[in-house]
């Protein structure tokens, strides 16, 4: 089924608190701490909205995912040139894992990386999730580097980086 990626607005809070609180528990049984061990909130969801840069992903009329995509990351990649869009907070709400919705929302956004001449849509992930890992080397994204990212709770971080 295809989705159509939009930007989230304030009356979409509630789902995307939902199905990012349903990813943080999916992560945490596979012992990726990366986006701590409490349910995320309104107030939270809405501050990264009020940022800007976050989508929804919608199929059949419900939001089946979400994402951010910001163009810098100081805090993960330290300062870079204008060269890549950043992925953060891919999420897939249950029931629709397996159907290509991550790989959808990987593919609209390395879409947008390119629309603004940028070439390489960049994300990290805890390295201790193997399954995730895998993923992103499934969809083509190659280890740039493992380091340890004291901004998010001093965990070992594997940078990945798609040419778009």
């Not at 930007?7 to 012992?31: F, G, N, R, W």
């Not at 939270?44 to 089946?64: M, P």
């Not at 953060?88 to 991550?102: E, F, I, P, T």
Request: aromatic share 10%.
């Amino acid at each position: 089924m295809q989705i159509q990626i939009a930007k989230a607005t304030a009356s979409d809070i509630p789902v995307l608190v939902e199905i990012l609180t349903e990813a943080t528990s999916y992560k945490l049984h596979h012992k990726d701490h990366s986006w701590g061990s409490r349910p995320f909130t309104p107030a939270e969801v809405g501050r990264n909205l009020s940022i800007g840069g976050t989508y929804k992903a919608v199929a059949g009329g419900e939001i089946v995912g979400t994402c951010e995509l910001v163009w810098d990351d100081p805090e993960v990649w330290g300062k870079q040139p204008p060269v890549a869009g950043y992925l953060h907070r891919l999420a897939v709400k249950q029931g629709w894992h397996g159907r290509d919705m991550g790989a959808q929302i990987i593919a609209w956004a390395a879409a947008e990386v390119k629309s603004q001449n940028r070439r390489f849509l960049r994300l990290d992930c805890d390295s201790r999730n193997l399954k995730l890992r895998n993923y992103y080397e499934q969809q083509d994204f190659f280890l740039v580097e493992v380091k340890l990212v004291s901004a998010h709770k001093k965990y070992l971080s594997s940078l990945y980086q798609l040419r778009v």
